[in-house]
């Protein structure tokens, strides 16, 4: 089947890369003066690929709608806790999830705001301690929303990351940022820059896996 692009991303990369978003739609990322003509080419020669990568993403569970009742499971850190509504006046973790009754009017915008905030704290922490260990400087941190990357690295050094990391086991958030701060100094994904992510992310790709198997749970 002929495929096309639904995406394409320039930036001063040099070389050309494809990418299958969790809608089954093909994003390129290629560098700046690179011919549509020759993007077009590269895709047709990666076409069996790109088909079979298609399949895989359609046939991979759907995420589901929560109905925030008592008793419903929600994700923290890799662990399932369970929903309890309660009349106080905050979200609070423990053994459950306590959630005040009075959120239940826009219980999704409250809960993802209680995400980020753990996010934010989280994530700040972590990338402070593997900058350290990995002797990288990094720009900045902004925690946001993204849907189809779980964050980024700009050529500036200014780090990206989406919310909802903070649903994943501690181990899987450590690869992510591991492999962003890789980026600070390995513009590429080459041999010499999965070196350097093995080195502080010896399973990096169980990780990976992790994400890959699990997208659909991490949304609410």
């Not at 902004?142 to 989406?162: D, E, M, P, Y």
């Not at 992310?201 to 990780?207: C, G, L, V």
Request: proline share 4%; hydrophobic share 40%; charged share 25%.
């Amino acid at each position: 089947m002929k495929v096309a692009a639904n995406k394409i991303i320039r930036s001063k990369r040099r070389t050309i890369a494809l990418s299958i978003s969790p809608d089954a739609t093909l994003v390129v990322r290629a560098p700046l003066r690179v011919p549509v003509s020759y993007i077009e080419d590269f895709i047709e020669r990666k076409s069996h690929w790109i088909n079979q990568k298609i399949q895989e993403m359609l046939a991979r569970p759907k995420k589901s709608t929560k109905n925030f009742v008592d008793g419903e499971e929600f994700l923290f850190l890799g662990h399932r806790y369970q929903l309890q509504i309660s009349d106080g006046r905050k979200i609070i973790l423990y053994d459950k999830l306590i959630f005040p009754e009075s959120f239940l009017t826009n219980p999704k915008e409250k809960l993802t705001t209680w995400y980020k905030l753990q996010a934010q704290e989280l994530i700040n922490k972590r990338v402070q301690a593997l900058a350290a260990q990995m002797n990288v400087k990094y720009s900045s941190i902004k925690i946001g929303s993204a849907t189809h990357r779980w964050g980024s690295c700009s050529a500036s050094g200014n780090l990206n990351f989406t919310w909802r990391l903070i649903m994943a086991p501690i181990e899987v958030v450590d690869y992510v940022i591991v492999h962003e701060l890789t980026h600070i100094t390995e513009k590429n994904h080459s041999s010499r820059f999965w070196a350097k992510v093995r080195t502080f992310a010896p399973d990096y790709k169980s990780q990976h896996k992790w994400l890959k198997n699990n997208d659909h749970l991490l949304h609410i």
